[in-house]
Nanobody, 125 residues
Framework: QVQLVESGGGSVQAGGSLRLSCAASGSGFTYSRLCIAWFRQAPGKERERVALIGHDNATLYTSAVKGRFTISKEHARNTLYLQMNNLKPEDTGLYYC?????????????????WGQGTQVTVSS
């Protein structure tokens, strides 16, 4: 079981930057082998996957954030990051960290098995 705790959210003006962090803890897993991702949910909208990073360090971004957001991870700290630059009001939402065991399959999947509580990001125009 993986426990995930996000931090780093806040309120910024459009064009600003934030860096989200997600610390993983628990037992029965090897962090470097996990699929881990950031999702977000805006008010009144469905949850969407923002970015993922696989056990092979391959990354995948939703088109709306390409070139502005960067996902990375630090194995020594079991921590996932999301650097968000040039933020836009449409980036506003609750950002969740999620992790899953690949079980031999692609990390490109619509949902994951382990979730954090989320951290709020608000971007004003």
């Amino acid at each position: 079981q993986v426990q995930l705790v996000e931090s780093g959210g806040g309120s910024v003006q459009a064009g600003g930057s934030l860096r989200l962090s997600c610390a993983a803890s628990g037992s029965g897993f090897t962090y470097s082998r996990l699929c881990i991702a950031w999702f977000r949910q805006a008010p009144g909208k469905e949850r969407e996957r923002v970015a993922l990073i696989g056990h092979d360090n391959a990354t995948l971004y939703t088109s709306a954030v390409k070139g502005r957001f960067t996902i990375s991870k630090e194995h020594a700290r079991n921590t996932l990051y999301l650097q968000m630059n040039n933020l836009k009001p449409e980036d506003t939402g609750l950002y969740y960290c999620a992790a899953d065991d690949p079980l031999g399959f692609s990390c490109n999947r619509p949902t994951y098995g382990n979730w954090g509580q989320g951290t709020q990001v608000t971007v004003s125009s």
